[in-house]
């Protein structure tokens, strides 16, 4: 028989059903955990088949747990002389970290500009940014820039790599959405009525309120400039390459060696993760702040 106590829980439980429309359901909870997996699961792979021989990889059924040849395999990634691990590492960090600065500095003043500054021909030139982000220049134009940087002697040289990425259509049009959203008229303006310069209204009342949509974007930037392959394929030499030009010269001449390519690739993969922890906190807080005012 149903007590006094039990229908008074019911009847809390279903107000707060009311009240939190989005609770998690355990049907929520498991489609997320679920998610989780699938999400992991390539990365846990990645571990596995880097910490066995190339044998143990091929083997059916595969291997499901890690193996003890991963210190091996590293020092065989780094004694590949065709692949050149080290410097591709080492140009990765100095391009991507160059080009995400600038992106990100670049893309925060043109943001502040087109959306608290008033001035002529503001519309066209956001809109004329709008279109370069509808056409594949990097495919279409890949041909005229090639020949450009034969011109400027820059083929096997780092600068080939990051001037052309300088500046990002994308993270124009981001962080001036980001700034309309985040920055009040009326904080611009009080600023100005306290005799603030405009790179002090920059510096002051800008930054700090883009700062989580800065993070967002320089993590965006930084992993699609990391995983670039095409372009500094074309442009550099082997002896010169980025992280991926390395891992593609991992691949053995007649037979791939799996143990080794993703060893690689978990190399690669590991400044990522290190700049998602080191960031993580403002990332997640820039989409959900993006989210909730949108």
Same mark, same amino acid.
């Given at each position: ?5 039990q229908?008074?829980?019911r *009847? ?12 998690? +359901? ?15 699961f390539?990365? =846990?792979?990645?571990?596995?088949? *880097?910490?066995?021989?190339? /044998?143990?990889?091929?083997d ?9 040849n ?11 002389e065709?692949?050149h ?12 970290? +160059?080009?995400?600065? /600038? ?24 809109? /004329?940014?709008?279109? +370069?982000?509808m056409?594949?220049?990097q495919?279409m134009?890949?041909?005229?820039? =090639?020949q ?13 790599v ?9 993270g ?5 959405? =980001? ?5 009040? $008229? ?13 790179m002090?209204? =920059?510096?002051?009342v ?14 965006q930037?930084?992993?699609l ?8 394929l074309i ?18 001449? $007649?037979t ?28 997640v ?10």
């Open positions: 028989m149903t007590t006094i106590a229908t008074r829980q *009847a809390n439980d279903r107000a707060n059903r009311r009240r939190d429309p989005f609770r998690a +359901t355990p049907l929520t909870k498991a489609a997320l955990l679920f998610a989780i997996l699938l999400s992991v390539p990365i =846990y792979w990645m571990i596995v088949i *880097a910490s066995r021989t190339t /044998s143990q990889a091929v059916t059924p595969p291997p499901l747990l890690p193996g003890g991963l210190g091996e395999n590293i020092a065989r990634v780094f004694a590949t065709d692949a691990f080290i410097t591709g590492l080492t140009n990765s960090l100095i391009v991507t970290s +160059t080009v995400t600065l /600038s992106v990100v500095l670049i893309s925060t003043l043109a943001g502040f500009a087109f959306a608290r500054l008033r001035f002529r021909g503001r519309k066209l030139l956001l809109g /004329s940014i709008l279109l +370069t982000m056409v594949p220049i495919q134009g890949i041909v005229p820039l =090639y450009l940087m034969v011109n400027l002697g820059w083929t096997g040289t780092l600068q080939a990051i001037l052309p990425f300088l500046l990002n259509g994308f124009v049009f981001m962080m001036t959405q =980001y700034t309309e959203q985040a920055v009040p $008229h009326e904080l611009v303006e009080a600023a100005r009525v306290d005799g603030a310069t405009t002090r209204i =920059y510096w002051n800008i930054l700090p309120a883009v700062r989580p949509g800065m993070a967002v974007l320089a993590l930037v930084f992993m400039n990391w995983n670039e392959f095409m372009w500094p442009v550099l030499t082997p002896e010169n390459p980025t992280v991926q030009v390395s891992i593609a010269f991992l691949t053995g001449q $007649h791939a060696d799996y143990a080794l390519i993703f060893t690689g690739t978990a190399l690669s993969v590991l400044p990522l993760l290190i700049v998602f922890i080191a960031f993580g906190r403002q990332i807080g820039g989409l959900m702040e993006g989210a909730v005012k949108a």
